[in-house]
């Protein structure tokens, strides 16, 4: 079965570095989703790709988060600077073009900022 | 806004018991309506869904679901627990309009299994 994949699994990193995440989402699936994950909440939508275009992300704190997707295929969420307050999962979801569509998750990045 | 409540942070069954997780979901003409779980450490796999029809839905792993509009509400169940469903378990609502598909989710319910 496909399955979305994500790199790292684990980032400890201190605040102030740059920081990167990679996301390969199920193949065909034209809508990528990157949640956050707080402990003990749950995911919040940071941005949401349809194609290589971005179709929300009005909760992507945008002066120091950066999203792209430039073939429409995989993807990379950065954070620079990372806070203290970054530490969360981060999840990929990707799902096909539709709103009755599923979303599949990936396995997310647990990131630490120390 | 949509909002999704999920009351219960934390419940504790007994293997073999059944089991019911509470969601009520805010207003919608037409909810889209999710059942994730998570286990720790991991991503989220999908239990079941509703978009229409039947409201008693049918999910993976013996779950089901039933949607009441009176209620505004969407509750999980299983009628007998295996010490393998301890996870925490997500409800979540789509947004209905145009092609922003966020998924807005409950703050989730943490299911303990007792021996």
């Not at chain 1, 003990?40 to 940071?46: A, C, D, I, R, V």
């Not at chain 1, 307050?85 to 990707?94: E, F, R, T």
């Not at chain 2, 999908?46 to 209620?71: C, H, M, N, P, W």
């Not at chain 2, 996870?87 to 998924?103: D, I, P, T, V, W």
Request: hydrophobic share 35%.
């Amino acid at each position: 079965e496909a399955e979305v994949a994500q790199s790292p699994r684990y980032k400890i990193t201190e605040k102030s570095q740059a920081v990167a995440f990679w996301c390969d989402p199920i193949s065909g699936h034209a809508t990528l989703y990157w949640y956050r994950q707080i402990l003990g909440q749950g995911p919040e939508l940071l941005v949401q790709f349809q194609d290589e275009s971005v179709v929300d992300d009005s909760q992507l704190p945008k002066d120091r988060f950066s999203a792209e997707r430039l073939k429409g295929v995989d993807s990379t969420l950065k954070i620079q600077p990372a806070e203290l307050g970054d530490s969360a999962m981060y999840l990929c979801a990707s799902s096909s073009q539709g709103l009755t569509e599923t979303q599949y998750f990936g396995p997310g990045t647990r990131l630490l900022v120390l | 806004a949509q909002s999704v409540t999920q009351p219960d942070i934390h419940i504790t069954v007994s293997e073999g018991a059944s089991l019911e997780l509470r969601c009520n979901y805010s207003y919608g003409a037409t909810p889209y309506l999710f059942w994730y779980v998570q286990s720790p450490g991991q991503g989220l796999q999908l239990l079941l869904k509703y978009f229409s029809g039947d409201t008693l839905v049918q999910g993976i792993k013996g779950f089901e679901a039933e949607f009441k509009r009176s209620q505004s509400s969407f509750n999980l169940r299983k009628p007998s627990v295996h010490w393998s469903d301890a996870a925490e378990y997500f409800c979540a609502q789509r947004s209905s309009g145009g092609s922003n598909y966020k998924l807005t989710f409950g703050k989730g319910t943490l299911l303990t299994v007792n021996p």
